[in-house]
């Protein structure tokens, strides 16, 4: 055991205080960063010292609360650990922004390190769910970047991150999938998928509980859709029992980013249907208009776009990362929202996206922000939920929040009958309040706000989003335009037609689950909260 300091003795006389008995604490190969300890002790005044034998030098009297020291240690024991899965130019700037924002609300510097002064106030160490520590004290993500070709990932190699990743967790190959699905799903994407699973497996044996897999990408681009489709499976086979949460950037109405798109889109969500659990879908054409209308911008950039989704990944994942009072896990998104294994597809919505200077201005009363994410121009996919009927509903508050406030707004929701629901199932609203306040990025766009609130929501309107897709896709394909590029690959031409007639009978589904529901019937079956 270490000396202690001059003004801290194992006797009944520590810093002044006067002790009936002062526990001296010793446990090896632990770590004192960012551990509150619960230690039983037989005085009056709860006061121990602390002595941590692995790295750290640091002696210091920690305050107590009742329990014990097991409570901690089963704690952290229990840790269910989240690993993100950054795929294709799309899914890596979306992440870029992500842990930039994730490293900003837990005061984890660009290099890894957390200041002296949180490490020493013991502390919440709930983020460790999407961080690991190493021995050195720094935290790395629990992520890996992966593309076909290096240049978007050496920007990340570069960036003023570059210190928070370890080197093997950003993976970039040679030569790109040129926007050919075929390329991503079976030649160029077949090379380095087995690469890919070995780094995902050594991130899944350093958590002591997996709760389950993010994957960002894209479905228009060829390495998001051919590569993201591939890992996807990979991962459905290896580990069957986790969740799997996509966010998935969907092509978009007006805007395309390439020809092909309606086939790469089609033939990936084809494979989405299959492997995923729960399939968040984005839009840039949406969110270019939401920065454009609500922020002023005359032209967003991608960073724009990026900060805005980080913002809804953030609140999806803040009880994971926080504690709170009500925490939701990955599976309770999956349990709450899909109520038939192929109806996964979520739109989201985030409440207030407000620049700083109407900011002051506005209310952003909860009311008023519950209002705001049920408004169609607030989604983040280009469809129009008033078109649809909705399912379920996830509202996840963050910041200076109280459940009296969100009753309220939602039974004047309700009152209104603003919005349909189907009814085979009740208007319940699964409801998660976090008191983490929402974090901005410093000189970014948005307003830095008390509130806020995300919305994943199951709607019949998404039918829309595939009914665009599959129109573009029988245009090409009634031509069989581009179809040899694909063929070229190692691709059946039968592939097309069954995932086509996959989308097909997705369409139907949701058709059906809307039409399930009896024109007369509102009445509120009861009230989930």
């Not at 202690?4 to 632990?30: D, E």
């Not at 839009?283 to 805005?308: G, S």
């Not at 199951?458 to 009634?478: G, P, Q």
Request: net charge negative; proline share 5%; glycine share 8%.
């Amino acid at each position: 055991m270490q000396q202690l300091p001059p003004n801290c003795r194992a006797c009944p006389v520590v810093n002044g205080m006067l002790y009936s008995t002062v526990k001296i604490i010793s446990i090896p190969n632990f770590s004192c960063v960012g551990l509150q300890l619960k230690v039983s002790i037989s005085c009056t005044c709860s006061m121990a010292i602390f002595v941590c034998n692995s790295r750290c030098s640091l002696i210091r009297p920690i305050h107590l609360s009742f329990g014990t020291l097991e409570d901690k240690f089963s704690k952290r024991k229990e840790m269910r650990e989240c690993v993100s899965i950054h795929i294709g130019q799309a899914g890596i700037q979306v992440g870029n922004a992500c842990w930039e924002l994730f490293c900003l609300e837990h005061g984890i510097q660009p290099d890894g390190q957390l200041p002296m002064e949180k490490t020493c106030n013991g502390g919440d160490d709930a983020f460790m769910t999407f961080f690991s520590e190493t021995g050195a004290g720094k935290h790395v993500p629990r992520c890996i970047f992966l593309d076909l070709e290096p240049t978007v990932i050496d920007e990340v190699r570069t960036g003023t991150y570059r210190q928070l990743f370890h080197p093997e967790q950003l993976i970039s190959g040679k030569e790109d999938a040129a926007n050919n699905f075929a390329r991503g799903h079976y030649t160029i994407g077949k090379e380095s998928v087995d690469l890919c699973l070995d780094r995902i497996r050594k991130l899944a044996d350093g958590c002591t509980g997996l709760q389950g897999f993010l994957v960002f990408h894209s479905v228009g681009g060829g390495t998001g859709s051919g590569l993201g489709s591939l890992l996807l499976e990979r991962l459905s086979v290896d580990y069957g029992k986790k969740s799997k949460i996509s966010m998935c950037v969907f092509p978009s109405p007006q805007v395309s980013g390439a020809v092909v798109e309606p086939y790469n889109g089609v033939l990936s969500t084809h494979s989405l249907l299959e492997h995923t659990d729960v399939a968040i879908m984005l839009d840039n054409e949406a969110i270019y208009d939401i920065c454009r209308r609500n922020l002023d911008m005359e032209r967003p950039t991608y960073t724009n776009l990026n900060r805005l989704v980080c913002q809804v990944v953030s609140s999806l994942t803040a009880s994971l990362r926080f504690d709170g009072a009500l925490n939701v896990d990955l599976a309770e998104f999956q349990t709450n929202l899909v109520p038939y294994p192929r109806i996964h597809f979520m739109l989201s919505s985030y409440a207030p996206v407000i620049s700083a200077e109407k900011a002051y201005h506005e209310q952003l009363s909860v009311y008023a922000l519950t209002n705001s994410v049920f408004e169609p121009s607030n989604m983040m996919a280009k469809c129009d939920p008033r078109h649809g009927k909705y399912m379920a509903c996830c509202l996840m508050y963050r910041g200076d929040v109280v459940p009296k406030d969100v009753n309220a707004a939602i039974g004047t929701i309700k009152t209104k009958r603003t919005i349909q629901f189907v009814d085979w199932c009740p208007t319940g609203f699964k409801c998660g309040i976090n008191y983490q306040p929402p974090t901005v990025v410093p000189g970014g766009d948005l307003a830095r706000v008390q509130r806020a609130v995300c919305m994943l929501s199951n709607t019949t309107s998404v039918a829309e989003v595939f009914s665009r897709l599959d129109h573009k896709f029988d245009l090409m394909y009634s031509k069989r335009a581009f179809v040899h590029w694909y063929v070229g690959e190692g691709m059946e031409e039968g592939e097309f037609s069954e995932a086509r007639e996959d989308l097909a009978a997705l369409e139907k589904d949701y058709e059906e689950v809307g039409a399930e529901s009896d024109e007369t019937g509102y009445e509120d079956e009861g009230e989930e909260y």
